[in-house]
């Protein structure tokens, strides 16, 4: 699938591919309860958001999470996503994408920091799976970077190299990890991070996927 040394795509999941942004409030706001914080708006999550995740909660809380309170949170967030997460479809003209790209003899790939075991049959339920050489989400615990995850990744991928690849994400923690392995990256403003906070990150930042996919294209040329 997809030619040898043609210009491939790495997609992250949660809220590029997968328009799961209500899940993903909810289930912040339920591990927030926890420790009797304020809910958080969408517009104040994306603009405070960041990786590693007890960072983000330093932000809201004017301290780290201890180990203990950190556990208990990742644990309610992850239930309570898993919970609604069945309510969220595929962002607006993904699947056509997907197709389009893989037609022109291009490939693509997932890597994603959800759970590895969650995040295939998702895929698979959406009946998008052959689309992609690869799909990896997240082994090992949760909250960390997604740059030593993307070497794994694009070292498991035979043909593929660095320099003719682009990673589209939502998170400048994509960028990241895209230049910690020397590809390009395309940031997506309809997931977690706001445009002001993307464009820090110091790559192209985009609306849509279509404009994504369309600079990923000129990118990799």
Same mark, same amino acid.
């Given at each position: ?6 210009? %491939? ?39 405070? /958001? ?24 990742? +644990?309610?967030?992850?239930? /309570? ?30 890597? $994603? ?31 960390? $970077? ?33 230049? %910690? ?32 996919? +369309? ?7």
């Amino acid at each position: 699938m997809g030619k040898p040394g043609a210009a %491939h795509i790495v997609w992250d999941w949660n809220g590029t591919l997968f328009h799961d942004n209500d899940a993903i409030i909810g289930a912040t706001n339920a591990a927030f309860a926890e420790l009797g914080l304020e809910p958080i708006t969408l517009e104040r999550y994306r603009e405070l /958001y960041c990786v590693p995740v007890p960072k983000f909660y330093e932000r809201l809380m004017g301290r780290l999470p201890t180990e203990a309170e950190w556990e208990v949170m990742d +644990a309610i967030f992850h239930r /309570y996503y898993a919970e609604h997460r069945v309510r969220c479809g595929l962002t607006e003209g993904a699947a056509d994408l997907l197709l389009d790209w893989q037609s022109a003899g291009r490939s693509q790939s997932i890597l $994603s920091m959800y759970v590895h075991e969650e995040l295939v049959p998702l895929v698979r339920g959406f009946g998008i799976e052959t689309h992609f050489v690869r799909v990896d989400g997240r082994t090992g615990p949760s909250g960390g $970077s997604k740059a030593e995850h993307m070497v794994r990744h694009l070292g498991a991928l035979a043909g593929v190299h660095p320099g003719r690849t682009v990673v589209i994400g939502d998170a400048a923690d994509d960028a990241v990890a895209a230049l %910690h392995v020397g590809a390009r990256a395309v940031l997506y403003t309809g997931g977690s991070h706001g445009r002001a906070s993307l464009e820090q990150a110091g790559v192209p930042v985009v609306d849509s996927l279509v404009e994504a996919v +369309a600079l990923a294209e000129e990118m990799a040329a």
